[in-house]
């Protein structure tokens, strides 16, 4: 069981920046990797096609064997983590949004959370704000989502957008801004050449991760064999144009790291 893959999914690119966190913490893990670019991005879809969607992944991903499934995805893990754990005895790990360190960070400012519509109306993130969020600000980013979707990293036009959104607000006033999609973390850099360096920019994705690794290590399954691991990607779309991006994005956030694409599911 050790040995046997991880399991991550999410609606199309931005869940490769998780896998990429959970590649440099956990070296020695196998891991699979669906991107559901047939039907990406899941922030403007309906819930029930999310939740479908999310449970026919998983289905896949047990059937290779996995030990664990990460839920890269703010979104699906919002709409779907409750369910899947209800369903399934292995471990089910879910992203949210940072809103709880950057509530202790911000130092009594305002935090901007940035994310996608569905994530900001459901009950778990409601929930969030309820005990961490007496000083944020939710922001709905539907179309950065597209930008990251779409590779699309024009600086001008991506900053124009990003602009947009902090003119709205006094940045003296700002102690934080949340991350809250995965795939927003593709643009980091270009948020940080606008913010001033004291708002700290936080994601969930390191958070994830350890907490990946403390269930895996409870259950006695981490793979502890110091052996070069392999990475599979999976894209959901028959269009050759979304494997290549798929390709594209992964390379982005590894280095020289070896991987297989496999077939479509």
């Known amino acids: 069981m050790s040995k046997n893959p991880i399991g991550i999914f999410d609606s199309g690119m931005g869940g490769v920046s998780v896998l990429a966190e959970a590649t440099r913490f956990l070296p020695y893990e196998n891991f699979i990797y669906i991107g559901d670019t047939a039907f990406a991005p899941y922030g403007v879809k309906p819930t029930s096609l999310i939740l479908n969607r999310s449970l026919l992944i998983s289905e896949k991903l047990i059937g290779e064997g996995c030990k664990a499934i990460l839920i890269a995805c703010n979104t699906a893990s919002s709409v779907a983590a409750k369910y899947l754990r209800s369903k399934y005895s292995l471990p089910i790990i879910a992203m949210e949004p940072a809103l709880k360190p950057a509530y202790f960070l911000s130092s009594g400012k305002t935090v901007l959370v940035l994310a996608t519509n569905i994530t900001l109306k459901l009950e778990k993130f409601k929930l969030l ?68 360096e004291n708002i700290e920019i936080l994601d969930g994705n390191v958070g994830t991760v350890k907490e990946l690794h403390r269930r895996l290590s409870k259950k006695n399954i981490l793979n ?37 694409v496999l077939e479509n599911m």
């Not at 539907?142 to 003119?167: A, H, W």
């Not at 779309?237 to 070896?258: C, H, V």
Request: aromatic share 12%; net charge neutral.
């Open 224 to 260: 502890t064999e110091k052996v070069a691991p392999y990475i599979s990607l999976i894209s959901t779309s028959n269009a050759t144009a979304e494997k290549i991006k798929l390709e594209k994005m992964f390379k982005a956030a590894f280095d020289n790291e070896d991987y297989f």
């Open 129 to 196: 704000m309820k005990k961490y969020g007496a000083n944020a600000e939710p922001i709905p980013c539907p179309d950065l989502v597209m930008y990251v979707e779409n590779l699309n990293f024009d600086k001008t036009q991506v900053k124009t957008y990003l602009n947009n959104i902090f003119n709205n607000y006094n940045l003296d006033s700002i102690g934080a801004v949340v991350l809250g999609c995965t795939h927003f973390i593709f643009v980091k850099n270009l948020i940080r050449e606008i913010l001033p």
